[in-house]
């Protein structure tokens, strides 16, 4: 235990309450650099794709789906920007906090896309073919909370069609 002398007291608590607060000016300054890292581009200009995100099985009749969940919204704004192939059997499904009109765009996508935008329930509201780096708008016709893109052409060759119904955990059934 250190004894102070009285006399010396306020000069020992001045010094721990100058270190506590020369410690907090520096993380805060840390955090103040890294989050102006991130804002630079750090995090936001993903350059390549996304390979690593969680997957969830899907189903559309006999079909199983094999797809990515961009739940994040920078994993929503990447998506499958700098792709350069995709299995038949795999998408990518992009989850809003709330259902609303959803748009999607095709800025550095390179693959062909078909975007079904869906409901809480897995119910197919609309279909939408996309071309590769184009910046047209695809949106849903109605409030959705789902949008699961899949290779051109996957849900016709299926026949799969508006009004069809996926299934999966993340879809709630009424």
């Not at 969680?54 to 961009?70: F, K, N, S, Y």
């Not at 016709?156 to 009004?163: F, L, P, R, S, T």
Request: hydrophobic fraction near 45%.
């Amino acid at each position: 235990m250190t004894d102070l002398h009285p006399a010396r007291a306020p000069q020992a608590r001045t010094a721990r309450v100058m270190s506590f607060a020369r410690r907090a000016a520096l993380a805060a300054a840390a955090l103040v650099a890294a989050t102006a890292l991130l804002h630079a581009g750090g995090v936001a200009a993903q350059e390549g794709p996304q390979l690593n995100l969680r997957r969830v099985e899907l189903t559309a009749g006999m079909h199983r789906i094999d797809a990515q969940v961009a739940l994040a919204p920078q994993e929503r704004q990447t998506g499958l920007m700098h792709r350069k192939e995709m299995p038949q059997h795999e998408g990518m499904l992009f989850v809003f906090e709330q259902p609303a009109q959803q748009c999607f765009w095709m800025k550095n996508t390179l693959l062909p896309l078909t975007a079904a935008f869906v409901e809480d329930d897995g119910t197919i509201v609309n279909l939408a073919d996309m071309k590769p780096q184009t910046l047209d708008s695809h949106c849903s016709a109605k409030p959705v909370r789902y949008v699961l893109e899949m290779n051109l052409g996957w849900f016709a060759q299926k026949g799969i069609k508006a009004g069809a119904k996926l299934s999966g955990a993340l879809f709630r059934r009424p």
